[in-house]
């Protein structure tokens, strides 16, 4: 049977995480995952919707009742 190996650390990985696109490791693909969410959050907008934010620059005053305030 052919080991599959992590692509980032190397370690072998479950054959249920292979078929994934990228095939880490359990540990490997959680690290990831937070440093991916750690560059956007969700913000609520005044009497609307939740909008996702990329730009941090974009947070500052923005829900300060309906306008982009800075």
Known sequence: MHTHLCRI???PILPAARA?????????GEEAAVNER????????HKSNYMLINN???????N???????
């Open 64 to 70: 300060n009742k309906g306008g982009l305030v800075k």
């Open 56 to 62: 941090r620059a974009d947070l500052l005053g923005i």
């Open 38 to 45: 750690k560059s956007w959050c969700v913000a609520p907008m």
């Open 9 to 11: 650390c190397g370690d």
């Open 20 to 28: 994934a696109i990228k095939a880490t490791c359990l540990p490997c």
